[in-house]
């Protein structure tokens, strides 16, 4: 298994351009169920998860042209399987993002039931309750999810919990369902809205994006169209801080600064200055001193949980003692032992970590375990003394496009070190 080999010490400048959001092309690849005509998607992300979901749609006959700037043409008129195997799920829960869809254009489908993973049990009992609710007859048996409805009809649907990919996938359901729907306590990310967006572009009539409620009225059927995936705000809040811990001044281009709100907050908060154009960001830590800040995570427009791993590295490394609380999912702090093996001081006291700030980070050797904790250990290396191996990459290959190619021209010293070959 390949891993990263980074040398601390280097303050990042220059200028970065940031890819399209996982998030969004995750669910609007998944979209291109509900119509029977091309969809052209731009701006797709290269990441592991995205072959992956693009690999699984393979799968169940759709036909898909990727070119190499990563522009997607997907038709899912041939369309022969409904199926979602547990070997692709197990790698990426947001496979579930086919069930809405499946059902609300075919009325059958088979989903693996995606597993926990390493922050969290991760149920999809809302995504369920919610299909039940739209008449779906759904059964689990044998990891799977066995779900048909002759057609979906509209519903009103409230979410005990604010789910992204619960709300995208009734979202994506509804569209084509007979009558009215109305999703109370839906989830407000920018990248619910970026699949509402596409799905209006489609054809369907959804009010409200954004907001805790959203209606839609169910249409007979929708529209191919083409669109262009919103910047990844997650990708650029690890940047900053990669930017801010180095005490470095640097520019991320095609970005977008008004999602970023509670994300920017945070780093003027601790000492960052932050100029913004309409899409790019630039962040000066340069002859800084960074303040640790506490931190809450919360649904969107909350601080997002996204964003944890990374304030926790920032904060090892700022002046002050502070507090995160995850408050999203139940145990998003394995970074935690990853970087205390660097000479952090932090303490986990229920779902906060206390951080004692100010400490220089050694380099060490290290193993990443999921997506935002890999990405924290590499903040960390790059703002330690010495050098520091990351292990099992390829979870951080999941969420961030060729990472280290991005870090080395802000002037990072990191390298990819191919894993060794089994024998
Ligand atoms: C989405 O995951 C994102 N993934 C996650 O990003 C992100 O961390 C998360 O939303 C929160 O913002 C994608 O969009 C592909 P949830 P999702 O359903 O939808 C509970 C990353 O790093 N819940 O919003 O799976 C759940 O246990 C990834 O890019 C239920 O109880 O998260 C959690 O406590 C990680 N029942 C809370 O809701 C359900 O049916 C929020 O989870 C669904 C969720």
Redesign the pocket.
């Given at each position: 298994m390949d891993k990263l080999l980074i040398e601390g010490g280097v303050a990042l400048h220059g200028e970065v351009t940031i890819s399209g959001a996982?998030?969004s092309a995750?669910?609007i690849l998944a979209s291109s169920l509900l119509s029977d005509e091309t969809m052209e998607i731009a701006n797709v992300p290269h990441l592991h998860d995205v072959t992956t979901t693009i690999e699984l749609l393979g799968r169940m006959g759709l036909s898909i042209v990727v070119d190499e700037k990563m522009n997607v043409e997907i038709n899912s008129s041939g369309i022969s399987s409904f199926f979602a195997p547990y070997e692709l799920v197990k790698t990426m829960?947001?496979s579930i993002l086919v069930l809405g869809p499946l059902l609300a254009r075919y009325g059958v489908a088979e989903v693996s039931l995606p597993g926990g993973c390493a922050?969290?049990?991760?149920?999809?009992?809302?995504?369920l309750q919610g299909l039940k609710a739209m008449g779906a007859e759904i059964k689990v048996e044998g990891g799977y999810i066995k779900a048909k409805a002759k057609r979906l009809r509209g519903a009103e649907i409230n979410l005990d919990?604010?789910?992204?990919?619960?709300t995208e996938n009734l979202l994506m359901a509804a569209t084509l369902a007979d009558g009215q729907t109305k999703i109370h306590n839906a989830?407000r990310?920018p990248?619910v809205v970026d699949l509402a967006n596409c799905l209006i572009k489609m054809g369907a009539i959804i009010e409200g994006a954004g907001t805790d409620t959203i209606t839609i009225e169910g249409v007979s059927d929708l529209k191919g169209t083409s669109y262009q995936i919103l910047p990844d705000r997650?990708e650029t809040g690890t940047f900053l801080a990669a930017i801010a811990m180095t005490r470095g001044k640097a520019k991320l281009k095609k970005t977008n600064p008004d999602i970023l709100d509670a994300i920017l907050s945070k780093f003027k908060e601790a000492g960052c200055r932050i100029a913004t154009g309409s899409d790019w960001v630039e962040l000066d830590m340069s002859n800084g001193d960074l303040n640790a800040v506490n931190i809450r995570t919360a649904?969107y427009p909350g601080f997002?949980?996204?964003m944890q791993a990374q304030f926790t590295a920032l904060n090892c490394v700022s002046n002050g003692t502070s507090f995160v609380t995850e408050s999203?999912?139940?145990n998003r702090f394995m970074h935690i032992l990853e970087l205390q093996r660097m000479g952090a001081i932090l303490k986990l006291e229920g779902n906060t970590v206390i951080i004692e700030g100010k400490n220089r980070l050694t380099g060490a050797p290290l193993m990443a375990t999921d997506?935002?904790a890999s990405a924290s250990l590499v903040l960390a290396a790059l703002a330690a003394d010495g050098t520091t191996e990351v292990e099992r990459i390829y979870h951080i290959d999941r969420?961030y496009e060729t990472i280290e190619e991005k870090l080395s021209k802000l002037g990072a010293r990191i390298r990819r070190m191919p894993g060794r070959i089994k024998s």
């Open positions: 996982k998030n995750l669910p829960r947001s922050i969290g049990a991760r149920p999809v009992n809302l995504h919990v604010v789910t992204v990919t619960g989830a990310e990248e997650i649904p997002p949980t996204d999203v999912f139940e997506l935002r969420g």
